[in-house]
């Protein structure tokens, strides 16, 4: 390590390298990026050479006032040092303030690499601070960085993650500017994205503590004024050593890429295992779901109590076949106490009068099952006198306790629980004044559930959660799912999710949509609704690579819509990455123009690994113009060599290049929305392209397909269920070719494409 002074003003341009474009690369470099700082505590962005930003106040809250930069925080000296970690050799300056009886290092630190194209900021709290309460638990008891909101050239937009469901509910696009209102901040805010038009993004967001942090946007009347980052405005002392982190990153290619480099970076940075992800049964195979919005959510077959009810559901789908690989259970089974919140988290005998496990053995089906915030008069409290400890307040209660955990997790195992949901995360957290008056008590009430959940083999799905929920599952690997819009309802557009979708994908989490009716009228059910866009919420889920839970009526499920979803064996047949709402989308929302006004989504399935072969998959729903779609725009780059078919015509293949854009049209409704496929020409004599499984929402999965072998033939081998009957469909010389092929007792089979053959193994 070593120490220089910063002269005056030191300018980082930062780096020079080529970005690479298109399907899975998210490879970026910082050229255009360019931080100015000043040694007097100033500093600004710009992006090619133009401003974006400029620095609002620093300024910490400490012995009960707030010490602004230039009045009452004295900046005593600015230093420079450097070093090396994981992303390489780092540059840093660094302002030493006091602020009263509190010293306080804020730093900027860059990296001298190309391909790390993002700004650290640090607030080092050297001695601690006390009395740090900003007076509002929404805002911030410091600001670095912290800056003006001031109209930029060219003009930017912007894209504010805020509310629950992973940011979703309260999510904000809009211009910036002296007039940008509102943006989401305090306990319900979230990640913030700054934008051009021509694709050069920043993303602005905390990088540690996230539970403990929170951006401020403070103004007059909601307009204007600047935008903080900091420790959250509730909390009242900051250990000595504490160290606050915000990350700035920079990407050239769109909204897209810079969020996906941005939780690039935050997964590396904490080594965020995604062998969870990968493996969890609830996000790999079809189940059933009673929450909110299913047909039997506290509401059981008539004269059945739920222990029938739950085994007819069984039997009606062995019945007619679809293959549910688990069930949900929401929260009608346990019981309830101080203000509705979880008292004892075991089957109530008016639910299941011979217990869950016997449900568990009646139906062999493992089990998802859903928990709430604490009531205060949980047995399980030592306060109450149970065994583990809590911290109780007047109505809630949350458990510091990993024995309790693992308390609830070995039983839950003995009745089928797989997978874990903690719903209610906000309730839970600003509920609490141990949450959000203590900078550490949150982060160790979510550590010790998601480290019990690793040691006893559960996963874990987030509900409800802000987005500083969302983010601290970057420390939890076994957090492996989340909501990412509000409950469903039949009819309403809570599927609408290509937006959090992009902010789950970032974080290494598999978003859900919720359970679904896959017809429209179910007689009886408890909400009096009906849902016309059954197809459109089965294409949602099944695109968005997480759960797919259906929640018909018993009697009442389109089988063939649902296991358009799925293999024989409920294996969910899906794309390599969540389906995300394009840049142009959210330009246009921002903007007011140069996109689609509605819902148009991209993604694609990876086949093979060297060379891997892209199978591109677009959604539009619910559009109101008409929006000329190029592969670029799609997030594919500029590709050659490809050809665009519509799910509705698949003999009807035309050119997809930048120069032969797909027209997207408000033909695409909400009932006859738009899928359309993306395929590379495998061979030009003849030509042949593979059109794939058209009974399924995704024709070409890499869990249906596992390799693509070109020699003389062209040969595909597909695995599945044992004697599956797989139809496999392909494009030669313009003349659709359907193979059927029925899986060998492996549970595979060759197509030779040319020679049409299946070969089973
Ligand atoms: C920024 O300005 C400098 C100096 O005028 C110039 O050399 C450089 O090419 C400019 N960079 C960009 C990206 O416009
Ligand atoms: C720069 O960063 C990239 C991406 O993290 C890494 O692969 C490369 O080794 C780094 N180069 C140096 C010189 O540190
Ligand atoms: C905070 O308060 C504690 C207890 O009164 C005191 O020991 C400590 O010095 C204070 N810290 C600062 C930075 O004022
Ligand atoms: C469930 O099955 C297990 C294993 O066969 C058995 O030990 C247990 O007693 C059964 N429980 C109930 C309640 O039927
Ligand atoms: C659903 O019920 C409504 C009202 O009875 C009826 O008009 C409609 O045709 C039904 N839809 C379907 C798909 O059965
Ligand atoms: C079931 O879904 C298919 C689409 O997969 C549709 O064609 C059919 O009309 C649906 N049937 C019912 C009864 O809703
Ligand atoms: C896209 O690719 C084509 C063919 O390779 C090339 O002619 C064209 O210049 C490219 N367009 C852009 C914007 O890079
Ligand atoms: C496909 O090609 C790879 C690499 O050449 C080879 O290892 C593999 O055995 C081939 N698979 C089939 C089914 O021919
Ligand atoms: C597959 O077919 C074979 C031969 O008919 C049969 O023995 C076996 O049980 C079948 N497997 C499944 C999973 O249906």
């Not at 020409?681 to 890499?702: A, C, Y």
Request: glycine letters at 10%; hydrophobic letters at 35%; one cysteine or more.
């Amino acid at each position: 390590m070593f120490l220089y002074v910063v002269i005056i003003l030191s300018v980082l341009s930062l780096g020079h390298s080529v970005q690479k474009p298109g399907w899975d690369s998210w490879e970026s470099s910082s050229e255009g990026l360019i931080i100015n700082i000043n040694t007097n505590g100033a500093y600004s962005i710009g992006v090619n050479n133009v401003t974006w930003l400029n620095s609002g106040d620093t300024f910490f809250f400490a012995n009960g006032k707030r010490n602004v930069a230039g009045h009452d925080l004295k900046l005593t000296q600015t230093t420079a040092d450097g070093g090396v970690d994981k992303f390489g050799e780092w540059t840093r300056t660094n302002f030493h303030y006091t602020a009263g009886t509190s010293q306080i290092i804020a730093a900027i630190k860059t990296y001298n690499n190309d391909s790390t194209p993002f700004v650290i900021f640090s607030q080092q709290y050297v001695n601690g601070a006390n009395n740090t309460g900003a007076g509002n638990v929404d805002y911030s008891t410091s600001s670095f960085p912290g800056f003006k909101i001031e109209k930029g050239t060219p003009a930017l937009g912007y894209l504010s993650y805020g509310g629950m469901m992973f940011g979703d509910t309260e999510k904000k696009m809009g211009s910036w500017g002296y007039s940008t209102t509102k943006i989401n901040y305090g306990i319900k805010g979230g990640p913030l994205a700054l934008f051009d038009q021509t694709g050069n993004t920043i993303i602005i967001s905390s990088a540690n503590n996230f539970m403990s942090t929170s951006v401020w946007h403070e103004s007059f009347l909601d307009i204007g004024g600047s935008v903080h980052w900091g420790t959250m405005g509730g909390v009242t002392e900051v250990p000595p050593g504490h160290v606050v982190e915000t990350v700035l990153y920079y990407h050239n290619g769109g909204i897209n890429k810079a969020m996906e480099g941005w939780g690039e970076y935050l997964r590396s940075r904490y080594n965020r295992d995604d062998t969870y992800v990968k493996s969890d049964l609830t996000i790999n195979y079809l189940g059933y779901w009673t929450d909110n919005g299913a047909y039997y959510y506290y509401k059981t077959e008539d004269k059945n109590n739920y222990q029938q009810t739950i085994t007819d559901v069984k039997k009606y789908n062995d019945k007619v076949k679809i293959p549910y690989r688990y069930i949900q259970y929401d929260s009608w089974w346990y019981y309830k106490g101080r203000a509705n919140g979880v008292k004892t988290w075991v089957s109530r005998p008016d639910v299941f009068p011979q217990g869950s496990q016997y449900v568990f053995n009646q139906t062999g089906l493992p089990v998802s099952a859903h928990n709430r915030y604490w009531s205060s008069d949980t047995t399980y409290a030592k306060q109450n006198g149970g065994d583990y400890n809590f911290i109780v307040e007047l109505l809630l209660a949350v458990p510091m306790d990993e024995k309790l955990w693992d308390h609830l997790f070995t039983e839950g195992r003995k009745w089928g629980l797989v997978s874990y949901e903690q719903d209610w995360l906000n309730d839970e957290f600003f509920g609490m004044k141990a949450l959000t008056t203590d900078i550490n008590n949150a982060k160790v009430w979510l550590t010790l559930m998601g480290k019990s959940a690793r040691k006893n083999g559960i996963t874990i799905q987030y509900c409800m959660s802000n987005s500083r929920h969302a983010m601290q599952s970057l420390e939890l690997p076994t957090v492996t799912q989340a909501r990412v819009s509000n409950d469903y309802s039949p009819g309403q557009d809570q599927w609408k999710i290509g937006i959090s979708s992009i902010f789950a994908y970032a974080m290494g989490v598999a978003p859900f949509k919720d359970n679904f009716w896959s017809t429209t009228n179910q007689s009886g059910n408890p909400y009096g609704r009906s849902e016309p866009y059954n197809g459109l919420n089965a294409v949602v889920s099944t695109l968005s690579t997480g759960p797919v839970g259906p929640s018909d009526k018993i009697g009442l499920s389109n089988v063939s819509l649902i296991m358009r979803c799925c293999n024989d064996d409920g294996l969910i047949l899906k794309p390599s990455k969540p389906a995300t709402a394009i840049d142009s989308q959210i330009y246009q929302a921002a903007f007011g123009s140069g996109g689609p006004i509605g819902e148009v989504w991209t993604t694609y399935s990876n086949i093979g690994f060297i060379d891997a072969r892209h199978f591109g998959i677009i959604l539009a729903a619910d559009i109101q113009n008409t929006f000329q779609l190029t592969p670029t725009l799609a997030g594919f780059g500029n590709i050659t060599g490809y050809k665009i078919f519509s799910m509705d015509n698949p003999g009807k293949l035309t050119d997809f290049s930048d120069k032969s854009p797909v027209s997207i049209t408000p033909a695409c409704s909400k009932i006859e929305f738009c899928l359309y496929y993306v395929s590379p020409v495998i061979k030009t004599s003849p030509e042949v392209v593979i059109l794939g499984e058209l009974s399924k929402w995704v024709p070409v999965s890499p869990q249906r397909v596992k390799e693509i072998n070109q020699s003389d033939d062209i040969i595909i081998t597909i695995t599945g269920k044992q004697n599956e009957s797989v139809t496999f469909s392909f494009s030669v010389d313009g003349i659709i070719r359907s193979i059927n092929c029925i899986l060998g007792s492996s549970g595979t089979a060759q197509i030779h494409v040319e020679a049409m053959k299946c070969l089973p193994d």
